[in-house]
């Protein structure tokens, strides 16, 4: 505490009065408990009904067994869509009598602009699996997961990568129970875009590691083509382009992905596309008359439920993005509070925030956090994390029964521990 700042919030829901404020009108960046923002918007204005589609639809007619037409993929940013349901999209196509196509395959990903990450995000947090490509057709997060295992002593590890496809390259130069190897590396040429898997070091057991992949619209694509060949699909590799498709174009398939997903996602696991695609869509819900949307349009739509339903002027903030990433995010502890309190005033929205919270000592980004004491499995809350910033926001009942909101935000922090350290203990405190 003495090297850094802290902004702390405590709100008596039960009684309906402030319990404790230290700085908390005090601007910060706000890590990933800008999800609490992102998250009571999306429930607020989308809904819980509200699913995510990736849609198949095709152009021209079918005539036996080949469509004289191009087959489209309508991306709608489902940030869960992983190779199972890449199958069963594939499947689609077969079950339509198509084995053969004579036109193109055809990704439709006019959703979003061409932006793919967002305003004050990290170049080089690239090729971190937490900063992936956004696109409105993202397969397996936009991302690989590659293990590797030792093989023979002085041999290569061996090594599997999933989903597997020839988007990419690997280039193995590890050894196994090889010292001299030096440490496991696992990367890919990022900085030229490139998608060449490079592992070099020694491998002495088991690792895997996430990699996000450049250009997640193409590596979705790409997969696709290929699991059309597996299920006898003929179609040529020249054949994949990108455009719109056509309102009068025949559906196929629609896959839906509903909202409590996505939702759970982004508050358990704090995971930035997830928290990403809601941000998206509520900007796409504000925006009815537009077909592609952009950063700006969620923003635009944050600031107007802040503005017209939360109460708060946004012009005292700054909000760039929906998962907290960005450098340029600032609030204060008082404006999230706001958020808590909202969701609490509001049961459609409470129950389904609450129940997507982390909880102490049990699961998500708190499952190692309060394992003991009266906060263990009382305290409700979203986690955040980046560089200098560690900050927790939600509830926690106290010993009278009262359910509490507290907001803590520590800044100019280097060791996370510390902070972290700080925020269970008052947590605790609360709980007593």
Not at 83 to 102: F, H, M, N, T, W
Not at 164 to 183: C, F, H, I, M, V
Not at 209 to 218: E, G, K, Q, V
């Amino acid at each position: 505490m003495r090297t850094s700042e802290a902004g702390i919030a405590v709100y008596d829901l039960t009684a309906g009065t402030s319990v404790y404020r230290h700085q908390a009108d005090k601007l910060y960046r706000p890590a990933s408990v800008e999800k609490v923002i992102t998250s009571v918007t999306a429930l607020s204005v989308l809904g819980t009904g509200y699913t995510f589609r990736t849609q198949l639809a095709y152009t021209g007619t079918i005539e036996q067994d080949t469509l004289k037409g191009d087959l489209y993929v309508i991306g709608g940013f489902d940030p869960e869509f992983m190779e199972s349901d890449l199958v069963r999209l594939a499947d689609a196509a077969g079950q339509a009598g198509i084995r053969v196509i004579k036109g193109r395959l055809v990704g439709d990903i006019s959703l979003m602009d061409s932006v793919y990450w967002g305003p004050g995000w990290s170049w080089d947090d690239t090729p971190e699996s937490f900063q992936p490509y956004l696109s409105p057709l993202m397969l397996n997060r936009g991302c690989v997961d590659i293990t590797v295992s030792p093989s023979a002593k002085g041999k290569p590890a061996k090594v599997t990568v999933l989903p597997q496809s020839d988007y990419y390259e690997l280039d193995n130069r590890t050894l196994s129970r090889t010292p001299s190897a030096g440490k496991l590396r696992i990367t890919r040429n990022w900085l030229t875009n490139g998608n060449r898997i490079i592992l070099t070091g020694n491998v002495t057991g088991p690792y895997t590691r996430t990699l996000n992949l450049f250009d997640s619209s193409a590596f979705f694509m790409q997969s696709f083509w290929k699991r059309l060949q597996t299920r006898a699909v003929e179609i040529s590799p020249d054949s994949i382009a990108y455009g719109v498709c056509p309102d009068e174009a025949s559906r196929l398939y629609i896959h839906e992905r509903p909202l409590d997903a996505l939702l759970k996602r982004a508050l358990k696991k704090s995971d930035n596309l997830s928290a990403e695609a809601l941000f998206y869509h509520v900007g796409l819900n504000a925006s009815r008359d537009k077909r592609s949307i952009s950063n700006a349009d969620g923003q635009r739509a944050i600031r107007l439920f802040m503005e017209k339903s939360v109460g708060i002027s946004p012009e005292d903030f700054r909000i760039a993005d929906g998962s907290g990433v960005s450098l340029y995010n600032y609030v204060s502890p008082d404006l999230l509070m706001a958020y808590l309190r909202y969701a609490y005033a509001h049961p459609e929205v409470f129950r389904p925030f609450y129940d997507a919270l982390p909880v102490a000592g049990v699961d998500g980004t708190l499952s190692y956090r309060m394992r003991g004491g009266k906060a263990f499995r009382n305290v409700h809350a979203k986690t955040g994390t980046v560089t200098g910033v560690s900050s927790l926001a939600g509830y926690v009942h106290a010993s009278n029964g009262h359910l509490l909101a507290f907001v803590i935000i520590n800044q100019n922090v280097l060791k996370s521990r510390e902070a972290r350290t700080f925020q269970d203990r008052f947590c605790e405190i609360l709980a007593r």
